[in-house]
């Protein structure tokens, strides 16, 4: 399994785990609803063909991320050396359990069990948690029918629990010389109906979206959950990563069930009907500036009617639940890339060439890198930092000597053979 791959499964891990490690109290009995739903539901699990977790397997992951000080890398699988081999199932029981589900369709896991026993078709013992995940891996556990989907209406118990995050389409701009078409990206607190930040922009693109959500980070700290669309921004491995290394799970709502997003939607409402309707055509800078004192002078002074009370003053009333962004936060917006060390120890990214450390010749490597800083740029390889890179100076590397223990050694322009040759 490639780095890659691992870090998936480890983001992946995290958001099954994040309720049980995310600072939230929970009473016994609730860890223990909670974990029958996890395992009650069928899940797209990255790199496997599997679609159940085992109630044993989210205990473990809960004690390996938690024994470890909430590093992600705790998550990520560890090689087996049976993998890709059925360890529950052979290939022959397995055969004749489909053979008879397809002859009895409607029958439950306690009688299929009991079947397959009585009828001699199977060389072991069958635990009940095998046969529903080996049933939904095959699609033959038959739908419950008549049920229609439970809808409340949820409000997160402390401030930074949940925050909401969508974009707006907004009003023509003059951006330079031009008139653009701006895009409000907005957060709202689930909590407080707080907004911890809220900026127009002229694309609903990546970048844009992770500018705004770095600064609402330094501006009201972390929250536990982030409940985001669909959309390619908000399914980017940048996102999910950025995200998990921060401890926060990346919730996507449902597709075509806008239900659970509404007081983002709410409050864009509001700044339609409130705050767009009184301003005239204005420039990029100016219709942001006017919406920032509009936020801070109206909209969080004022009683909202969900609460009883301001949006402020609802969030800052628990301010001992809230958790300080980190202070190298910027450090987890940077971007990512991979490559493979040549053997002459350079590498190339955005077109520029760097020498990286010797033991790492012949590696892929992890490249982070902040793009208005290209040259700031830190290597990993297996979780373990190398330092940053530094530029090749092809006119230093002419006149570096080797010794025997490979140690680089500066000859004077007098060591330096005729022709340029270097030994």
Same mark, same amino acid.
């Given at each position: 399994m490639?780095?890659n791959e691992?870090?998936?499964v480890g983001?992946f891990?995290f958001?099954?785990? %994040?309720?049980?490690?995310g600072?939230?109290?929970?009473?016994r009995?609730e860890?223990?609803?909670?974990l029958k739903e996890?395992?009650?539901r $069928?899940?797209? #699990?990255?790199?496997?063909?599997?679609?159940r #977790?085992?109630r044993?397997?989210?205990?473990?992951?809960?004690?390996?991320?938690?024994?470890s000080?909430?590093?992600?890398? !705790?998550?990520?699988?560890?090689g087996r050396?049976?993998?890709?081999?059925s360890?529950a199932?052979?290939?022959e029981t397995?055969?004749?359990?489909?053979?008879?589900r397809?002859?009895m369709?409607d029958?439950?896991?306690?009688v299929?069990?009991?079947?397959m026993?009585?009828?001699?078709?199977s060389?072991?013992?069958?635990r009940p948690?095998t046969?529903?995940?080996?049933l939904?891996?095959?699609?033959?556990?038959?739908?419950?029918?008549?049920?229609?989907?439970?809808?409340?209406k949820?409000?997160?118990?402390?401030p930074?629990?949940i925050?909401?995050?969508?974009?707006?389409?907004?009003?023509? &701009?003059?951006?330079?010389d031009? @008139?653009?078409?701006?895009?409000?990206?907005a957060?709202?607190?689930? %909590?407080?109906?707080?907004i911890?930040?809220?900026r127009?922009y002229?694309?609903?693109?990546l970048?844009?979206?992770l500018d705004?959500?770095e600064? +609402?980070? =330094?501006?009201?700290?972390?929250?536990r959950?982030?409940y985001?669309?669909?959309?390619?921004?908000?399914?980017?491995?940048?996102?999910?990563?950025?995200?998990?290394?921060l401890?926060i799970?990346?919730?996507? +709502?449902r597709?075509?069930?806008?239900?659970?997003?509404g $007081?983002?939607?709410?409050?864009?409402?509001? &700044?339609?009907?409130?705050?767009?309707a009184?301003v005239g055509h204005?420039?990029?800078d100016?219709?942001n500036?006017?919406?920032d =004192?509009w936020?801070?002078?109206v909209? %969080?002074?004022?009683?909202h009617?969900?609460?009883?009370?301001?949006?402020?003053d609802?969030?800052?009333?628990?301010?001992e639940c809230?958790?300080?962004s980190?202070e190298?936060?910027?450090?987890h917006?940077r971007?990512? +890339?991979?490559?493979r060390?040549? @053997?002459?120890?350079t590498?190339t990214l955005?077109?520029?060439l760097?020498?990286a450390?010797v033991?790492?010749?012949?590696?892929? /490597?992890?490249?982070?890198?902040?793009?208005?800083?290209?040259?700031? &740029?830190e290597i990993?390889?297996q979780?373990?930092?190398?330092?940053y890179l530094? !530029?090749?100076?092809?006119?230093?590397?002419?006149? /570096?000597?080797?010794? @025997?223990?490979?140690? +680089?050694?500066i !000859?004077?322009k007098?060591d330096?053979?005729?022709?340029?040759?270097v030994?």
């Amino acid at each position: 399994m490639t780095e890659n791959e691992k870090q998936k499964v480890g983001i992946f891990r995290f958001s099954v785990i %994040h309720e049980f490690v995310g600072g939230a109290a929970l009473s016994r009995r609730e860890r223990k609803q909670l974990l029958k739903e996890k395992c009650a539901r $069928k899940w797209d #699990i990255p790199c496997s063909n599997k679609s159940r #977790i085992s109630r044993s397997a989210i205990l473990r992951w809960i004690r390996l991320y938690t024994e470890s000080g909430g590093r992600l890398e !705790s998550l990520y699988p560890k090689g087996r050396s049976d993998n890709g081999k059925s360890r529950a199932i052979d290939e022959e029981t397995g055969l004749n359990l489909i053979h008879l589900r397809q002859e009895m369709p409607d029958a439950a896991i306690p009688v299929l069990i009991r079947t397959m026993r009585e009828r001699d078709l199977s060389g072991k013992d069958l635990r009940p948690t095998t046969m529903y995940r080996f049933l939904h891996h095959h699609n033959l556990m038959k739908p419950s029918e008549g049920q229609h989907p439970d809808r409340r209406k949820f409000e997160a118990e402390l401030p930074n629990d949940i925050w909401q995050s969508d974009v707006m389409h907004g009003p023509m &701009v003059t951006a330079g010389d031009r @008139k653009r078409k701006s895009y409000l990206i907005a957060f709202i607190d689930d %909590h407080s109906r707080l907004i911890p930040y809220a900026r127009f922009y002229l694309s609903e693109n990546l970048a844009s979206f992770l500018d705004a959500f770095e600064k +609402a980070l =330094l501006k009201r700290g972390l929250p536990r959950k982030l409940y985001v669309d669909n959309g390619s921004a908000y399914r980017s491995k940048q996102l999910e990563h950025i995200t998990a290394s921060l401890g926060i799970a990346l919730i996507h +709502a449902r597709p075509y069930k806008p239900q659970g997003k509404g $007081k983002i939607e709410r409050f864009f409402r509001t &700044v339609r009907m409130q705050f767009l309707a009184e301003v005239g055509h204005m420039s990029l800078d100016e219709i942001n500036g006017a919406f920032d =004192l509009w936020i801070r002078q109206v909209y %969080h002074q004022r009683t909202h009617s969900g609460t009883g009370k301001t949006p402020l003053d609802r969030f800052t009333s628990k301010m001992e639940c809230l958790r300080a962004s980190p202070e190298d936060l910027r450090d987890h917006f940077r971007m990512i +890339a991979r490559r493979r060390v040549a @053997k002459d120890r350079t590498l190339t990214l955005d077109g520029h060439l760097f020498e990286a450390p010797v033991n790492l010749i012949g590696q892929r /490597v992890d490249l982070l890198y902040h793009k208005d800083s290209p040259r700031r &740029v830190e290597i990993r390889w297996q979780q373990k930092s190398y330092g940053y890179l530094t !530029s090749v100076d092809l006119n230093v590397n002419c006149r /570096v000597k080797r010794a @025997k223990n490979n140690q +680089a050694r500066i !000859s004077s322009k007098a060591d330096t053979p005729k022709g340029g040759k270097v030994w």
